[in-house]
């Protein structure tokens, strides 16, 4: 798996048996500066792998791009410090497309952002809420209960990273439709899997996902709310709980928000009139 994983030597302890030391796999976790034409826009820690799809996503979330078309492309190059820099992969670089203004100096984020906060080094609380170019609350689709019920099963299935590691969060998307699952994609940070399942629909210009599910291994927060509006997504469904923030912004954006989907129940926290029973 490359650097999305790390071997480590650890000592494993069972109760009642000698010790012993043996090599365990570790989810790999890198910083990643996101630069947009050469400026330093954002560093965020994160699973190496998929990370222009995960710049895209972020570019979307901050609204600084809405459509497949206003990405032009992006590429790594050497870190901090002289054009001779060696290339370590963890510096990238995006050009937009003609036309497309650059993000403003308050996207910029003022401090790093964790694996665990998509949302830290913002300026002010202001700049939080961010408007989204799509209106989730006029989506028609509707999905049937039993069908999302099916869904942490097979999202838990499909992580292969997890299986090896049990150190990494997912994300996925699924057409309501259908229930066919569209992408899939792990990291250390919750928000960075769902930054690089919009990136994904950004590079196959996918802009908005009308009629789909984000389907999410952990929480929901305000943040992840947000992504999914900001990506025109409509129903975002939890295995874990949510937030009070996230349920207001969810309510207020006309969203369908579910939580704790641990078959056979789930809390249906907004919008309910999609889950067919």
Partial sequence: MGRIT?????????????????????AAEEPLEIRVGGR??????????????????????????????????AIHCGGPGTGGASNTY?????????????????????????SSCGLCGKASIDAVETVSRYDVADDEATLEA???????????????????????????????????LLVLREDVGRHNAVDKVVGWAVLNDRLPLRGTV????????????????????????????????AV?????SGLTLVGFLRPPTMNVYARADRILT
């Avoid at 963890?90 to 964790?114: H, Y």
């Avoid at 997504?233 to 949510?242: C, E, I, K, Y």
């Fill in 40 to 73: 330093s826009l954002a560093v965020t820690m994160r699973t190496p792998g998929n990370d222009v799809e995960l710049a895209a996503g972020f570019l979307v979330s901050e609204a600084v791009i809405g459509r497949g078309d206003e990405f032009l492309g």
């Fill in 90 to 114: 963890n510096v990238l670089d995006v050009t937009l497309a003609p036309g497309v203004a650059p993000p403003a100096p308050e996207v910029t984020r003022n401090f790093f952002t964790t």
């Fill in 248 to 252: 207001e912004l969810a309510v207020a």
């Fill in 146 to 180: 039993e069908l999302l019920a099916t869904f942490p099963d097979r999202l838990r299935a499909e992580q292969a990273v997890f299986a090896k590691t049990g150190g990494l969060h997912a994300a996925a998307l699924f057409d309501a439709a259908t229930g066919e």
């Fill in 214 to 245: 984000l389907q999410v291994s952990g929480r929901t927060s305000f943040e992840l709310v947000q992504k999914a509006v900001m990506a025109g997504v409509p129903m975002l469904t939890a295995v874990s709980a949510p937030s009070s923030l």
């Fill in 6 to 26: 790390t071997r480590r030597p650890v000592v494993k302890i069972t109760l009642g048996h000698e010790p012993h030391r043996r090599a365990d796999v570790l």
